[in-house]
């Protein structure tokens, strides 16, 4: 099975990059982060027409998550048990068993700033995504959790630690919350990166970061025992050109 997951920041904006981007890569399965569109708007015909099925979660707002399959999806689920708010659940997971897999697409909290609201949102988000995952592992079937972390898990995921002090995706209890879903039963699968010995996944807009590769890795996948990874890459060629998402996709492949 090859699966990758993709923050694409709009996928109305980003459907016409994303279609061609489908019928080259051919995943078996994509999961998608900041949609920023609701369910009723979801371009799901056109991905129909491209041999995918889809589940989404989305309510049109700067959140989002979605599941594309081609080897089915079953037992969808949109969200999670005692998930927090602010001060509502949003739409940050959607989880499906395909192809005898259980995926989840989750696109974490940003978390602002550490002495934000947010940033506590965030902690308590990613404590009880932690809960949940551990609830489906006791079931026994594998389980691979992957998308937007808005978390660099070490010092060498970011461009240059001495610009992030004092800022959100770096900090101790972040990295801890992390930690504490890898224990559960998870290997963080690390993606070969296509240029430069950092496996970044994010570069801002800004000030030609992509070009200086100042970036960060923030989208990350998870595999469960019982997951076999053959290898997996960032599909950097999918951040450039016209209008391209800020994150480029994770693909991996599983045996």
């Keep these: 099975m090859r699966l990758a997951t993709w923050n694409v920041n709009s996928v109305k904006v980003r ?27 979801f371009p799901t015909a056109e991905l129909e027409e491209a041999g995918y099925e889809v589940a989404t979660h989305g309510d049109g707002r700067w959140n989002g998550v979605a599941i594309l399959s081609r080897v089915g999806i079953e037992d969808v689920v949109r969200g999670f048990d005692n998930e927090p708010g602010f001060p509502d659940p949003e739409a940050r997971a959607i989880s499906a068993t395909c192809g005898g897999l259980r995926v989840w697409s989750v696109y974490v909290p940003n978390g602002r700033e550490p002495d934000s609201p947010h940033y506590v949102y965030k902690l308590g988000w990613l404590a ?13 079937q594998p389980v691979i959790v992957a998308g937007d972390f808005n978390v ?9 630690p001495k610009a992030f002090v004092g800022a959100t995706h770096v900090t101790a209890p972040e990295r801890d919350a992390l930690a504490r879903i890898l224990a559960t039963g ?24 992509f070009h200086q590769n100042m970036g960060m890795r923030i989208d ?10 053959e290898s997996a890459y960032i599909d950097r ?19």
């Excluded at 009880?128 to 026994?140: P, S, T, V």
């Excluded at 240029?195 to 970061?209: E, I, L, N, Q, S």
């Excluded at 990350?220 to 990874?229: E, F, H, I, N, Q």
């Excluded at 060629?237 to 045996?255: C, F, I, Q």
């Design 15 to 41: 459907l016409p990059r994303l279609l061609p981007w489908l019928a080259d890569k051919r995943p078996d399965v994509l999961l998608l982060q900041e949609t920023k569109i609701a369910d009723a708007a």
């Design 128 to 140: 009880a995504l932690r809960d949940a995952l551990a609830a489906d592992l006791a079931i026994g």
């Design 152 to 160: 660099a898990p070490t010092d060498a995921d970011v461009w240059d």
């Design 186 to 209: 998870f290997t963080d699968v690390v993606p070969r990166p296509m240029k430069g010995p950092h496996p970044f996944t994010y570069w801002d807009y800004r000030a030609g970061m």
């Design 220 to 229: 990350l996948v998870y595999a469960s025992g019982g997951v076999t990874v």
């Design 237 to 255: 060629e999918a951040r450039k050109g016209k209008a391209p998402s800020d994150h480029a996709p994770v693909v991996v492949e599983l045996t």
